[in-house]
T-cell receptor, first 115, second 111 residues
Framework: GAGVSQSPSNKVTEKGKDVELRCDPI?????LYWYRQRLGQGLEFLIY????????KSGLPSDRFSAERTGESVSTLTIQRTQQEDSAVYLC?????????????FGPGTRLTVT | EDQVTQSPEALRLQEGESSSLNCSYT??????LFWYRQDPGKGPEFLFT???AGEEKEKERLKATLTKKESFLHITAPKPEDSATYLC????????????FGSGTRLSIRP
């Protein structure tokens, strides 16, 4: 695969419904990050995975948010009981390792709209 | 509290008109500062990493510099295709994997 892919590209859901967002990182990249980007704002760190280590969940805004990753492959971000303030673009990035010296490659994002 | 502030929020230039974007940061123990470019509807694209004051890096019409308090992204003789949002981000030594982003500068180059 050429780069990081995310699906769906757009998701419209009703308030209170659960949603799952998917990220396929670049093959061989051990680190995977999720970010949230609200309109006109910078990226807000949510969670990162590094190999088989325990994920850093310190950026998750509430217990409605959770994420999983199987090994060094696909990750899913789940938002339960969605609220209107969850509307944003959710970006996934991967890098060779979870260190600042390694550049992150971003996917195109999933635009989530909660009505 | 760690903070990254970018200015201006938006900048409109004429093609060929050089200028600079600013990124001011407050972080305890800077490990690295990043610049990214983001086009509408796309994820950020990595441009540069700077590690220490005095360091400079160049790529085509872009040059990034770093001091102890801020970074500048200089754009020389810009072209319309340089129009994008430019994001600055920092990471700390004690939490090297967590990156703190600024809100970006929207750059528009008129032909």
């Amino acid at each position: 695969g050429a780069g990081v892919s995310q699906s769906p590209s757009n998701k419209v859901t009703e308030k209170g419904k659960d949603v799952e967002l998917r990220c396929d990182p670049i093959s061989g990249h051990t680190a995977l990050y999720w970010y949230r980007q609200r309109l006109g704002q910078g990226l807000e760190f949510l969670i990162y995975f590094q190999g088989n280590s325990a994920p850093d969940k310190s950026g998750l805004p509430s217990d409605r948010f959770s994420a999983e990753r199987t090994g060094e492959s696909v990750s899913t971000l789940t938002i339960q009981r969605t609220q209107q303030e969850d509307s944003a673009v959710y970006l996934c990035a991967s890098s060779l390792v979870a260190q600042s010296t390694y550049e992150q490659y971003f996917g195109p994002g999933t635009r989530l709209t909660v009505t | 509290e760690d903070q990254v502030t970018q200015s201006p929020e938006a900048l409109r230039l004429q093609e060929g008109e050089s200028s600079s974007l600013n990124c001011s940061y407050t972080v305890s123990g800077l490990r690295g500062l990043f610049w990214y470019r983001q086009d509408p509807g796309k994820g950020p694209e990595f441009l540069f990493t700077l590690y220490s004051a005095g360091e400079e890096k160049e790529k085509e019409r872009l040059k990034a510099t770093l001091t102890k308090k801020e970074s500048f992204l200089h754009i020389t003789a810009p072209k319309p295709e340089d129009s994008a949002t430019y994001l600055c981000a920092v990471t700390r030594r004690r939490s090297a994997s967590k990156i703190i982003f600024g809100s970006g500068t929207r750059l528009s180059i008129r032909p």
